[in-house]
């Protein structure tokens, strides 16, 4: 377990949904330890103004992680690409455990640029979410090309992959097998593992009974409003 | 219809389009509807198309002033501050009877408002913010799926009226990701068929037929009357008869009728659900086109239904076609949010409680 956890990917990959999730998991980890390490969730979205990890601010300040984004204290949505300095304190503070949510493609991660200081240690972890159900990530090429210009623009090299491949409501065990099988075909070919296979909890009897999988992530989604899929 | 996808809302607003045969883009970036000029400045050239980033949003309606006379199929989209500023365009291309498709990812007002979802362009895009008796026709959409079939059935009424259409979808609908499944790529009309197609586009007379003429300036008053009486009124009477649409749910022996139309509409469906497990009987009336305003569907509201309401995210803007509708039938109230605040269906089925006490 590294103390920074980087989520990048394409947009609508789900990384927000991933690094909620993430942080969540992670403070409950470390209460149920008994340790005393804080958690903080940077939100260093400037590239889209909506669905980001910020507008699940309090549910995740009363779970106990701490969410850092802009100096204004509430979610100012005109474009304003702009990050408090405030994101600094965590990840310099070895007290903290940190999960970075960026923006989408290379654009949203080139953000990433001023804080490469920060990035490059031992205990950092980058991590590309990747969905083989999104357009330009449904083939192993496209994954690669994908990944390649994240990493061409912010100078940081990729320490593993998240498949998290989903169609939201309409996801099956068998779109997790197919992205699962993709992004182990980008993993050879990169030489970065498969981190995390992630699946929606009610799915996860379904995906053991097709496929026994490693390291599965049991995901609940807290981004998606109910009244989206009337 | 293409297989399913995981699209984003803007994203499948351009594939739809391209899909429809559209091949010319004129834009200019606003959020929240960036993603439709990324996604034409990168895929357009590979079918045959041309995009521009034009210099303001006055340039691009101007731009798909020029293309549409020429006979090619246009888009343009923007949001709310962006649109007001088309707004002059759309005029003229109403009086050259210029078939160009918008898309207007709405976002809050007034001016440069904010960048969060808002129904506020209602007047602006029903009544006309361009001079003159003219009008739009517009279409609103409650998810991305529909969204991509209003676009793409759009071209075809914009070319069989002669006349810009507007799809009306909000930064919800924009930003958000849905299973999607595209109407199927057509052939793009080719150029040397766009004579026969539209025979009154400027194509060149190749001294074979006479010229013709693209024209917005009528210096003589008797002649701007005759062509706002005689052409411009015949065509919007026609849209009124053909083309109004809604979605009607449970309106039969409804109590209460919520009228609701876009991304909003799924939040007064989930609100509907609450009051059932209430005991209280809900319908809902859902305009797919917001002019021609769907009148009919008002038609349906019966004896039992004590309370007509609005919801949306705007002042009441909407409402008062509403009301027009039911001409002082039934009472109507108004359940909203303003300023790119959502609303909640738990919030709606309160207020509607609310409204039901008064009598």
Redesign the interface.
Known sequence: MKRITVIAGH??SGKTEFAVNFALDLKKKIDAEGRHDKVALLDMDIA????RSRERQKMLTEAGVETIYNTFGFDI???LPAITAAVRGPLENPDYQVVVDVGGNDSGARVLKQFAKYLTGDDVELLCVL?G???ETDTVDGMIEHLESIELETGLKFDGIINNT???T?TTAEMIVKGYRLCSEVSGKLGIPVVWNTCREDLLDDLKALMDMENVYPLKLYMRP???D? | MQE?????GN?AFAIAAINAGCRFYFGYPI??QNEVPEYMSRELKKVGGSFIQAESELASVNMAYGAASAGGRVLISSSSPGIALMQEGFSDLAVIQAPVVAINVMRSGPGIG???PGQADYFQVTRGGGNGDYHIIVYAPKSIQEACEMIYNAFDVADEYRNPVMICAD??LG?????VCVPEPREAMKEEDIPAAKPWALTGHKNQRERNAINSVFLQQEVLEDFNMNVLAPKYEKAKKELPEAEIIDVEGAEVVFVSYG?TS??A??AM?ILKEEGIKVGLIRPKTLWPFPDFAFEQIGESTKHVIAVELSMGQMMQDVKLALNGRIPVSLINKVG?VLLD?EEIAERTKKIMEVR
């Open positions: 947009y609508g889209n103004p909506y669905f949505t005109e474009d969905n159900n999104r357009m989903h169609m939201l309409e109910s009244w989206l009337k | 399913k996808r995981l699209l984003k994203e959020t929240p904010g960048i969060q930064g919800m930003q958000m990701m849905e299973p991304s799924r939040m469906r989930e659900e790119g269906p």
